[in-house]
């Protein structure tokens, strides 16, 4: 074990690893700060360079990408009142208010602060369960495999940017599209329509690039350009020095630490459920802190424990989400999703060999996440308020262009067949369409790369039961999983139905002013 | 009172039709997977018929939903249709982004680039012509040196 975190400690620090490190962060800070786009966007947009590097280093400059791209997101949600991406919508509630008293840089202060700690604190939590995680893989046979990818897919319905129905239609229509292709029980090529192109699957770095990059490039070129939020100015005469604002912001973040620890530890057991992801822990930890705060009148106007709760907890679920990505190979968001793709793409199955075989790359995934949060964190503390909102401020419009060409160099690299230029562009249009119509493209994508194990472990399981299907429910761990899957289903469908009946019943008395 | 019933009823088909068109065209595509499934042997349907039966009864029960207007309020505002306005600029977008990427299928990232981008900026900013041809030649330039030249990564020549 200590060898693996050396010679990954080696890999990170040598200067190829710091340079890549450097370039993954500054890419994913820039690409969050700009509205509308994520780390996701930066980690595909920084596919083409892994397709020239070895596994590790396609793993550092991915990894510190991921983090960074938080942190990043966090400085347009104080400047402009709206998203930096999803995973920061909680992070406006508290942090404009701060920006328009005058507080830019205390608000900047609070968000990379907490984010580091936190972030830093869930990826010590990761290693310190890593000698665990190889006996809990191996638990995992093709049966609770299964089980596992189900609860998944449906948690991920649940949680995701839709209703549970739409999102489990998502995850269906990506299923079926992962039988796209030869067969892998039978070899038989599979709705393929006659194209050869077609019969290894819809390669999935072509997938993130259309329902992801290319997809929000239409809305960004659809949008006018001038349909933006404009950087308001602060208070005038509130402005206090920028580091005497910052030191203030570091003194705040701990002095706050019961917001700060609560967040963190939800952040981070999000994290850990495949699919539920940031947005939600944002949310959640935000909701928490206010409902556990005694003085709830500051918040939505500046409150610094709202912004601390925001921000601590997306960046938790960094480190949480690595965990069924590591050991089971379930991607519990995109981001870890693209992690593994580039796995795949390098011959190595994530699971239980990760904590054997591949040891060192765990580490560096560790590593590059821990100083890639600690970077953005330090690089939004010392560029400063003033240098950082012209960023926020570019059109969404004028970078269409460049992320179209990175994203086609990005599928043209992953196979070296342009033919997957189309493939991307007819995903793309799905991704539009699916954007409009709030299906779940999480699910689709998650779905459709898990596709081909899902079948291969069903009937897998399903030879060792000698075909009887009760061998889904013969093993202990399988059960508690579809309990849970029962569990979340009825959970949800019971709000659901408490929440119908609560607008029936306030209906009337509408009606009846 | 009955016609007024049967108005309303398909007042909310023809909006559900409307606004569901893309979920009603995706339940279709599942019903194509479901049926060639039926062409596919032994192991090889099995999976993909499981799935697309299932996806095709979610697929209706979405719309029939929404046909009987039993979504939720949050539900409602978590399952309307659309931030994208089907106007000029959409569909100048949806152009644009088809021919850059046969643009480039035929000749190559960098000149895909050099031609598509410039065009991008004359037809949905307010950039003019000089500065269209700048920001353009800048794209094609910046990822010629940095894939190319700097990360060394064969780019794409086309088709000939």
Request: net charge neutral; with cysteine; aromatic share 10%.
């Amino acid at each position: 074990m200590l060898e693996s975190f050396l010679s990954a400690l080696a890999a990170v620090t040598t200067p190829e690893g710091l340079m890549l490190l450097a370039l993954g962060t500054v890419v994913a800070f820039i690409l969050g700060v700009l509205p509308g786009l994520s780390s996701t966007e930066g980690m595909i947009i920084l596919l083409p360079f892994t397709f020239s590097i070895g596994l590790n280093d396609s793993m550092i400059l991915l990894s510190s990408a991921y983090a960074a791209g938080f942190v990043g997101g966090a400085v347009t949600s104080i400047f402009l009142g709206i998203p930096g991406s999803s995973v920061s919508l909680a992070t406006m509630m508290d942090g404009y208010p701060l920006h328009k008293q005058g507080r830019t840089s205390y608000a900047i202060s609070l968000a990379s602060v907490s984010s580091a700690v936190a972030g830093i604190f869930s990826l010590l939590l990761v290693a310190l369960l890593l000698p665990y995680m190889e006996p809990i893989s191996l638990l995992f046979g093709p049966v609770e495999w299964f089980a596992f990818v189900v609860f998944g897919l449906v948690i991920l319905s649940f949680a995701g940017e839709t209703t549970m129905l739409r999102g489990l239609f998502s995850a269906g229509l990506g299923l079926l599209a992962g039988t796209v292709g030869l067969s892998v029980m039978a070899g038989v090529p599979r709705y393929t329509m006659g194209v050869s192109d077609l019969w290894g699957g819809i390669p999935i770095i072509a997938a993130f690039v259309g329902l992801y990059p290319i997809a929000e490039a239409v809305f960004m070129a659809a949008s006018h350009p001038r349909a933006l939020g404009q950087v308001s100015e602060p208070a005038a005469g509130s402005e206090k020095s920028h580091g005497r604002q910052v030191i203030e912001g570091i003194q705040d973040t701990f002095r706050y630490g019961k917001a700060l620890s609560i967040s963190a530890v939800l952040g981070w057991l999000i994290g850990v459920v495949p699919g539920v992801g940031a947005t939600f822990a944002n949310f959640m930890a935000y909701l928490v802190v206010k409902g556990t705060s005694a003085d709830k009148s500051k918040f939505g106007r500046g409150d610094p424990r709202g912004l601390i709760a925001a921000e601590a907890s997306n960046n938790a679920t960094v480190g949480g989400a690595l965990i069924p990505a590591l050991a089971l190979g379930i991607p519990g968001s995109l981001n870890t999703a693209i992690l593994l793709g580039v796995f795949m793409l390098n011959g190595v199955a994530p699971g239980s060999n990760i904590f054997t075989e591949n040891l060192e790359v765990t580490w560096v995934i560790l590593l590059a996440t821990a100083f890639g949060t600690l970077l953005a964190s330090g690089m939004a503390l010392c560029i400063g308020a003033r240098a950082l909102a012209p960023l926020a401020r570019i059109e969404q419009a004028t970078i269409v262009p460049l992320i179209v060409f990175i994203s086609c160099l990005a599928v043209l690299l992953a196979r070296g067949n342009p033919f997957d230029l189309f493939l991307a562009f007819g995903l793309g249009l799905i991704g539009v369409l699916m954007k409009v119509f709030r299906l779940s493209r999480l699910s689709f994508v998650i779905a459709l790369m898990l596709g081909p194990l899902v079948e291969s472990s069903f009937f897998q399981a399903l030879s060792v039961g000698r075909g009887s299907p009760a061998i889904f429910i013969q093993s202990a761990v399988a059960n508690i999983i579809w309990l849970l899957v029962f569990g979340s289903v009825a959970a949800y469908i019971i709000s659901w139905v408490r929440a119908k009946s609560s607008t029936t019943d306030a209906l009337p008395e509408r009606s009846s002013r | 009172m009955r016609e007024q019933v049967e108005t309303r009823v398909s007042s909310r088909f023809a909006r559900v039709l409307v606004h569901e068109w893309g979920t009603i065209a995706f339940t279709l595509a599942a019903v194509g997977f479901l049926v060639g499934a039926f062409g596919l042997r032994g192991q090889a349907g099995q999976f993909p018929m499981a799935v697309a039966g299932l996806t095709v009864i979610l697929g209706f029960a979405n719309l029939a939903l929404a046909l009987s207007g039993r979504l939720g309020a949050s539900d409602a505002l978590r399952a309307g249709s659309s931030e994208l306005g089907w106007n000029r600029r959409t569909v100048l977008s949806f152009v644009w982004f088809g021919f850059a990427l046969a643009l480039t299928y035929i000749f190559g990232l960098v000149v895909g680039a050099v031609i598509a981008s410039p065009i991008y900026f004359l037809l949905l900013t307010s950039l003019g012509v000089f500065y269209s041809l700048l920001n353009g030649i800048s794209i094609a330039l910046f990822i010629w040196v940095v894939f190319s030249k700097i990360a060394g990564l064969p780019l794409y020549d086309g088709l000939f």
